[in-house]
């Protein structure tokens, strides 16, 4: 017949990794960044747009042809 010890059994402790930080993050989004410059055959260019007022941006965002301003 078995009998069990009296000492208790030793777990070890969950092993913690490392979770990454925000310079992993950064350097992870240059890298995907780096890839799509490769794959695209369109140069990167920043669209920025103002205007003077609430009814000339609603004008030209009605003659856009992209239904995505609509």
Not at 4 to 30: D, I, N, Q, V, Y
Not at 34 to 39: C, G, K, N, S, Y
Request: aromatic share 18%; glycine share 2%; hydrophobic share 30%.
């Amino acid at each position: 017949m078995r009998t069990r010890s009296r000492t208790p059994s030793r777990r070890s402790a969950p092993r913690r990794t490392a979770r990454p930080g925000p310079a992993a993050w950064l350097a992870e989004s240059e890298r995907l960044y780096r890839d799509f410059v490769e794959l695209t055959p369109y140069p990167f260019q920043p669209f920025v747009r103002t205007f003077k007022s609430w009814d000339e941006y609603e004008r030209w965002r009605h003659a856009q042809t992209n239904p995505w301003y609509r």
